[in-house]
């Protein structure tokens, strides 16, 4: 007996599917704005087939599959997604310049690492949220599960900016970055909803891009919006204009986007037909999925950690945390440093951040071209890949992380032209992107059925790195010098050199024996 709807009725429950006219540019999945009988003339029976038991899944060439959509539409959706990620991103570092710091020790008395806490609490907080929630994003689906949580982290982020004293302030930013957590974790999540394993790496490279930029340009946008307003409470105004943006860009979001998670959207077209065919007998997979406390414990928040204890997780997992850790050490203390030996100051003093992203914009592209070469790999067989051959580019790349940090270290001098520093963080930004998005590409394509584990994981511990390393990075530069302090993350960044390379002659074996490989 065919599976296909549009050829099959069960006359028992009085259904007759009929074929109806499709619009390649709506979506299913948009329930949240339109009635369902509106919602049963948005596809065909072409898209979808039912089984005996009644059981609605879409067919492999549906229209209405993420993947499938045209590629504009595609595009518009990792632009949008992107940006959502860049505001979130962005609020972590806009209180870190040094009008910032200068407005606590006057008005609250506290001293740089104190003030730093309003950015490292932020960040801490990312590391928490996406394991609480997570588990939204994949029951009510990503529309949900990001922009929801987007408006949120904007309203703490307008209550910070009517703080009244420190500990407000820093438990309204720890809140703030809590619910930042899912559009900055979850939104990467849509990236693989939209695009194949071919077509993704590209995606991610655009995506992350983004995130990156986000973090490098908050200091500077920080520092001109309290230097344009000079005043003992111009501090508030990046918390307002934050905040405000976010808002506006929920608004705008949640009337554009829809829903891009392949079970929510079988799961709105099950239930369209219920309510059109008048009867209860369909659902989808999604429907009968109940999420109870103890999966909540034991997927969302005990298997991250668990996989954190397997060789592959944790190394990769180290590695991409330690990039990520000295990505959010310079960007909040490169201001430092060039204050040390060339006498910068204020917004002039957050510049250098603008070659770190260059940098950045080079290893995207780099990723970009690897990420072809990677496709055409799998197609040649037969749609299978091979993790470690994700490696190679990180192999190579990852030499300019440490190359950057000793030449930024040791041009750093007033005999030396700021130039010369500038170019050994641009190629810090070149190598920090290639080593960060190779180990999660790499950890994905490892565990694709536990990559939201994976991803967390990887998520919790370069949080961690990132609240840490801003709190002692002044001491280091100050205490050492600024050559011997670079000196130090150096040498650390060139033990970490050996993992791509282990796990590309040995990968496999140890994979074989991961409890998590189920490929």
């Known amino acids: 007996m065919e599976k296909q709807a549009k050829k099959k009725s069960f006359h028992g429950n009085n259904l007759r599917v009929t074929s109806t006219h499709f619009d390649s540019d709506s979506d299913i999945s948009d329930t949240c704005s339109q009635d369902s009988n509106n919602f049963s003339d948005a596809f065909s029976s072409e898209d979808y087939e039912v089984d005996d038991d009644g059981l609605v899944s879409l067919t492999k060439s549906s229209s209405l599959d993420p993947q499938n959509w ?52 932020y960040v801490l907080g990312i590391a928490v949220g996406p394991m609480v929630f997570a588990p939204v994003s994949e029951m009510y689906g990503r529309k949900m599960g990001v922009l929801v949580p987007l408006l949120i982290s904007g309203v703490f982020s307008l209550v910070t900016s009517i703080s009244y004293n420190v500990p407000s302030m820093m438990v309204t930013r720890f809140l703030s970055g809590l619910f930042a957590g899912a559009p900055i974790v979850s939104s990467g999540g849509v990236m693989s909803d939209l695009w194949t394993p071919q077509a993704r790496g590209g995606a991610l490279a655009f995506y992350a891009c983004l995130v990156s930029a986000g973090a490098l340009l908050g200091p500077t946008i920080g520092s001109l919006l ?38 929510v959207v079988e799961s709105n077209l099950a ?31 005990f298997r991250p950690f668990a996989m954190l204890l397997t060789p592959i997780v944790f190394l990769m997992a180290l590695y991409a945390s330690y990039v990520f850790g000295l990505f959010y050490l310079m960007i909040t203390n490169v201001p430092v440093a060039f204050n040390l030996c060339y006498g910068w100051t204020g917004t002039v003093s957050t510049l250098p951040n603008i070659p770190f992203f260059m940098g950045v914009l080079i290893g995207n592209g780099i990723n970009m071209f690897w990420s072809k070469r990677y496709g055409i790999y799998i197609d040649k067989h037969d749609g299978k890949a091979l993790p470690e051959e994700r ?30 520093p500038c ?16 180990c999660l590409n790499y950890l994905v394509d490892c565990f694709p059925h536990y990559a939201a584990s994976a991803i967390a994981a990887n998520t919790f511990l370069r949080s961690i ?11 280091l530069f100050t205490n050492l010098g600024v050559h011997w302090g670079a000196s130090v993350i150096g040498f650390i960044s060139i033990g970490m050199l050996p993992i791509p390379f282990y796990f590309f002659k040995n990968g496999a074996q140890i994979r074989i024996k991961n409890p998590y490989n189920l490929g």
């Open 391 to 420: 490696l190679p580019v990180m192999m190579i790349t990852q030499w300019l992380m440490p190359i950057g940090i000793f030449l930024f270290g040791w041009s750093s001098w007033k005999s030396i032209h700021w130039i010369v």
């Open 271 to 301: 239930k369209s037909l219920r309510l059109t065919e008048r009867t209860w007998k369909l659902h989808s997979k999604h429907d009968i999925w109940t999420f109870s406390l103890t999966e909540l414990i034991h997927v969302h928040f």
């Open 465 to 475: 790195f990132a609240a840490t390393f801003p709190l002692f990075a002044k001491q």
């Open 423 to 438: 170019i050994g963080v641009a190629m810090m930004g070149t190598g920090y992107i290639t080593i960060f998005q190779g």
């Open 70 to 121: 045209p590629f504009k539409q595609r595009i518009q959706y990792t632009i949008l997604y992107a940006v959502t990620t860049f505001l979130a991103q962005l609020n972590s570092t806009t209180m870190s310049s040094d009008y910032f710091i200068a407005d606590m020790s006057y008005l609250y008395n506290i001293g740089h690492e104190c003030s730093m806490l309003a950015t490292t609490l």
């Open 226 to 263: 309290i230097h344009s307003n000079p005043s003992a409470q111009s501090w508030r105004i990046p918390q307002w204009l934050c905040g405000l943006a976010e808002l506006a860009w929920f608004v705008i979001s949640f009337c554009v986007v829809k829903e891009t998670y392949r079970p």
